[in-house]
């Protein structure tokens, strides 16, 4: 039994010592092999729909200290790197394309690259359909061409789609609107506490998706209690009224978010436009205008529209302004709206001509070469929204009613190519 006993104990002992070697050599071999990436951290979504994103590189083994030097995107982009040990961190500053796959190749101490490849998501969108049960918001990615209905109420008025958020409005009465927040995909809902009761109008988002704001008017209240300017934090649940000189509310005719998530301008009652620091609510008067056209991407410039000059371009730290001629300068071609790109400088503009007793609406970006035309009675552009990456945007038409037609279709054009991808039978269209 004893002599059993010492046999087995020797045999346990050999295999151990076997599966120990074999250990060895095996790491042994992956260390002699060099270095390989052994996943990638991001996410495929935000990498195309907000800036700043991140990929994290982990490693099979310490890899040193990594320079941006070391590393090469194709298709090329901007980014910052930093890495030590077994880590790579790549940040972008823009957004990236939609799907597309990008291989990050790092150059080694033994000269072999590590490469990795990333695929960023497809485009995606929401959009508000109407039904004999309630209005519907759908959701659809453009590469399955399928949609799914991920919220149901009665008298949807507007939403706006902020990463797995839904900000919804809707009016329980004409004179009073609720706001409520629906988390996806659970459709959990949690009703904005609004200071009163009244109608909601010019529901905006801030670009990196954190912050809304929204003008309130209190039915039945004072002259002093219409279109208040009021940020909501997702995040933090705090909200808000902005405040004017005063201290008394301060009332918009229209606003909209800075690149920089914080700063709002806001075009007051008398049509005075002003840079709010919506955090601590410093004011930076800039003159008046009769209206906001936009903030260029990088956050230096406002566009804005001149009572005498037209489209200007406003510095907002020195209050320099230079006249811009946004559209074409033909004869009876009439701009009609114009948007700053959200990567880069330039501007997409809509303009309208007459020829020959038929309308004509085209989509260029600057003096290029229109990507998108409409004509009249077949069509009439009433609106465009750009995908946060500049690569798409969502063209908002209706029907003639001169052929007895006034539905709204909402055609996904490509602006590279100029081709629709899709075209969605729904009037209000959020990109994801």
């Known amino acids: 039994m004893l002599g059993s006993t010492w046999t087995f104990n020797r045999r346990l002992y050999g295999l151990v010592i076997v599966i120990a070697c074999v250990c060895a050599l095996l790491l042994g071999l992956t260390w002699l092999q060099g270095p390989r990436i052994r ?16 990929v994290i590189l982990r490693t099979n083994q310490p890899i040193g200290a990594v320079e941006e030097s070391d590393i090469v995107i194709t298709p090329a982009v901007d980014f ?8 790579v961190i790549l940040q972008f500053a823009q957004r990236l394309q939609y799907q597309t796959a990008y291989t990050i190749a790092i150059k080694a101490d033994d000269g072999r690259p590590l490469k990795r490849t990333f695929e960023t998501a497809s485009p995606a969108l929401y959009y508000l359909r109407e039904d004999k049960k309630g209005d519907e918001i759908h959701y659809r990615t453009l ?27 809707t009016a329980e009465t004409e004179t009073n609107h609720t706001l409520r927040l629906i988390t996806l995909p659970s459709a959990k809902e949690k009703n904005v506490r609004l ?14 998706n954190q912050r809304f704001g929204f003008t309130i008017s209190r039915y039945g209240g004072t002259p002093k209690e219409q279109r208040v300017l009021s940020i909501y934090d997702v995040a933090t649940h705090k909200y808000g009224p902005l405040r004017s000189f005063d201290d008394s509310y301060l009332q918009v005719l229209d606003w ?3 690149p920089d998530n914080k700063t709002v301008l806001a ?3 008398d049509t005075t436009v002003l840079a709010v620091d919506s955090m601590s609510n410093e004011i930076k008067p800039l003159g008046q205008f009769v209206a906001i056209d936009g903030v260029m991407f990088n956050g230096s410039e406002a566009l804005l529209t001149d009572k005498r ?15 811009l001629q946004a559209g074409p300068s033909t004869s009876g071609v009439y701009t009609t709206q114009t948007d700053p790109l959200q990567q880069s400088e330039g501007l997409v503009q809509l303009t309208q001509s007459i020829e020959g007793g038929v309308s004509r609406q085209q989509l260029a970006i600057g003096t290029d070469e229109a990507f998108y035309e409409a004509r009249n009675p077949d069509k009439i552009v009433v609106s465009s929204v750009l995908s946060a990456n500049d690569q798409y945007t969502a063209v908002q038409t ?13 055609d996904i054009v490509n602006i590279a190519t100029g081709r629709i991808i899709t075209t969605i039978h729904a009037g209000i269209v959020r990109w994801q």
Not at 313 to 322: A, F, K, V
Not at 398 to 410: A, I, K, L, P, Q
């Open 39 to 54: 996943s990638a951290s991001y996410d495929p979504v935000k990498l195309a729909t907000e800036a700043g994103q991140r």
């Open 80 to 87: 910052k790197a930093v890495g030590s040990g077994n880590t």
């Open 143 to 169: 590469s399955d061409g399928g949609d799914t209905v991920v919220y149901r109420a009665s008298n949807i008025v507007d939403f706006l789609a902020m990463g797995d958020t839904l900000v919804v409005q």
């Open 195 to 208: 200071p009163v009761a009244g109608t909601i109008a010019d529901l905006h988002k801030s670009p990196n």
């Open 256 to 258: 909209q978010f800075s």
């Open 267 to 269: 075009q007051t009652i």
């Open 309 to 323: 000059e037209g489209k200007i371009l406003l510095d907002l730290q020195t209050l320099e302004r230079r006249s």
């Open 398 to 410: 209706r029907g003639s009613f001169s052929v007895g037609d006034n539905e709204y279709r909402t």
